[in-house]
């Protein structure tokens, strides 16, 4: 499976690979198309916002009653395996904050009830009990203690408080994100994983553990981790990206060039506004001027040896369209316009 994802020629048609959906693509591009229409109030936007998140209802995994999404095949990288359609908490809470989006921001309450419903699926998953906390599980397999996806987890179950003042909720999430803080290192990393084979740090894994304390420090709570999402936010910036913009994938070591990490940091540093701007413009003049190809796609990845140049969509696409919509939606301004032909 890494090798054909990683294979800079695609080898899918040769194989038989057959293309299938994505969910994380759709719900990053419903997110997407919900801040453009945020901003421009224009219908298509819209429609096209809801047609992805009713796709998205349609097509959540069917082995659970819950709303929770998974791959459409089998997946497996050195973070671990897991089968077609078994859910993860990554994409499950990605994909609940947009529907939280929808709800707020189109005031629709199945949209409501489907961010509910992943809540649910949330907090029926394990839980790693510790004297410092308890950790989400990454899927309902077996117990896989992963910082983002705790951290994303526990972000969206805060969120949600406010419309259903459910006190497991609250309990879960406070829980978790004490977990994944007293893990935090003292410059402001995080590993990957609780396990010692998951000690890496890398650059968009950072930005969600970030991008999720950020989201509970707004919604009023934790605020005794104020201090370490401003040192998580330091060392973020200071790291992982060049003075040029260029960003690298570990903290220790800049290949490959991989578009995620361009688009989280652009999505990230957004939203902390005008201190970033600064940041944010740097990232994303990069990530244009190298990734960008002359048909107007973006590029997977490069390496010291080459560029794989396959439009992907989960991987690719639907990343720095977001990224490129939440920097429209922070900094737009006369002297200077990002267009996206959606």
Not at 30 to 58: H, Q, V
Not at 303 to 330: S, V
Request: a neutral charge.
């Amino acid at each position: 499976i890494q090798a054909v994802l990683r294979s800079p020629v695609n080898l899918r048609p040769v194989l038989g690979i057959r293309p299938l959906p994505s969910t994380k693509g759709r719900g990053y591009m419903a997110a997407g198309y919900l801040l453009l229409y945020k901003l421009t109030r224009e219908p298509d936007f819209k429609d096209s916002a809801i047609r992805c998140l009713e796709w998205l209802m349609a097509n959540k995994s069917p082995k659970f009653e819950t709303y929770s999404w998974a791959n459409h095949y089998d997946y497996a990288s050195r973070g671990g395996r897991y089968g077609k359609h078994d859910s993860i908490i990554v994409w499950t809470a990605l994909i609940g904050h947009v529907f939280l989006d929808g709800w707020e921001d189109l005031g629709e309450s199945r949209f409501l009830n489907v961010a509910n419903s992943s809540c649910r699926w949330i907090l029926s998953l394990s839980r790693e009990v510790t004297d410092t906390g308890t950790c989400l599980s990454y899927h309902a397999l077996e117990q896989s203690s992963i910082h983002n996806a705790n951290m994303l987890g526990a972000s969206i179950l805060i969120r949600l408080l406010k419309y259903t003042g459910d006190s497991a909720c609250e309990e879960a999430a406070l829980s978790s994100l004490s977990f994944s803080m007293s893990r935090q290192h003292e410059d402001g990393s995080w590993p990957y994983g609780d396990a010692k084979t998951q000690q890496w740090v890398d650059s968009f894994h950072t930005g969600f553990n970030l991008q999720a304390l950020k989201a509970i420090l707004d919604e009023g709570f934790a605020a005794e981790f104020r201090e370490g999402f401003e040192r998580g936010t330091t060392y973020y910036a200071e790291t992982f990206f060049l003075a040029d913009g260029t960003p690298k994938y570990f903290n220790n070591r800049v290949y490959p060039l991989d578009i995620h990490a361009p688009a989280e940091g652009i999505c990230f540093f957004a939203t902390l506004g005008d201190p970033y701007r600064a940041q944010t413009e740097i990232i994303l003049d990069w990530m244009v001027s190298n990734m960008l190809s002359p048909q107007g796609y973006f590029y997977f990845r490069k390496t010291k040896y080459g560029t794989n140049r396959i439009p992907y969509m989960r991987w690719t696409q639907a990343w720095a369209f977001h990224a490129l919509t939440q920097y429209m939606l922070a900094f737009q301004s006369e002297d200077r316009q990002v267009t996206v032909d959606a």
